[in-house]
């Protein structure tokens, strides 16, 4: 399968999935900042204040007309991301998208939180907004009739952390691995159809803690990882690691449907 890059200076229609956390709001900064002028940027997420936020920051940095930025506060279970998008797309059938971009970084699994959900309820909770639902907001946006033909590319925000298994992790590590392998099985089916995958784990972040468990176990993310050397593994700020995918997509190349870590040093 052959490596992809691609410039990100196109009319793109772009939907961020997850911007309250860490990584998301440099995700967002970055690259909506790349794109060209007529794109336009949805920013889905469930704290409505930290949205507006956003939104104000995104409209100070960037120059006016450049890309517009709608923001999107997604319900308790996140159902309703694929009817804000479908919404937009209405209003901007005649923008002329080259590319949509979709970034699914939901939640603070790969960014912030390490621990699996304590009781039943919120392991419920946990697999609806981590799997059940960008799984529906992904396909309703790669079966889009405004986005046909339009070329594709996915970000699948994910962590090694919760790939390897792990203590304290078992469900957390289960759910991960079932969103993984939807993305590695689409690449796989859309490969004609000019869709391209990229599951990206971000690294060890500034913002990754130590947590107790309900049993007040003390969780340590470098002794989680369980890995000899991850003592050598620096801590990532947010902004490294945001630089690091876009140089990924524009100069390194990958290769649809692989897994990319912000550790991995392999030029393609």
């Known amino acids: 399968m052959a490596a992809k890059r691609m410039d990100l200076s196109v009319r793109t229609f772009l939907v961020l999935s997850g911007s309250s956390n860490p990584l998301g709001q440099m995700l967002a900064q970055e690259l909506c900042c790349r794109l060209a002028a007529g794109s336009v940027a949805l920013i889905l997420d469930d704290n409505q204040e930290e949205l507006q936020s956003l ?36 209003k901007s059938s005649h923008y002329g998208f080259q590319r949509t971009i979709i970034v699914h970084n939901e939640g603070v699994a790969a960014t912030h939180v390490l621990i699996e959900p304590q009781s039943a309820q919120s392991w419920t909770e946990y697999v609806q907004r981590q799997l059940y639902a960008p799984v529906a907001l992904n396909q309703l946006w790669l079966h889009s009739k405004a986005l046909a033909g339009v070329e594709k590319l996915v970000v699948n925000v994910t962590s090694s952390l919760q790939v390897r298994p792990m203590v304290y992790s078992t469900l957390l590590c289960s759910c991960k691995r079932a969103r993984d392998m939807y993305f590695r099985s689409m690449a796989s089916e859309e490969k004609r159809s000019d869709v391209h995958v990229l599951s990206y784990s971000p690294g060890l972040l500034k913002t990754h803690e130590m947590q107790c468990d309900i049993n007040g176990n003390i969780v340590d993310p470098e002794k989680l990882m369980g890995l000899s050397q991850s003592a050598d593994l620096a801590r990532v700020q947010p902004l490294q690691s945001t630089l690091k995918l876009i140089n990924i997509l524009e100069e390194t190349s990958f290769v649809s449907g692989h897994d990319v870590d912000y550790y991995d040093t392999f030029v393609l």
């Open 55 to 90: 939104e104000q920051l995104l409209n100070e940095q960037l120059k006016p007309d450049a890309v517009q930025i709608i923001t999107g506060v997604l319900d308790d279970h996140h159902s309703n991301g694929g009817q804000l998008m479908e919404q937009i797309l209405r």
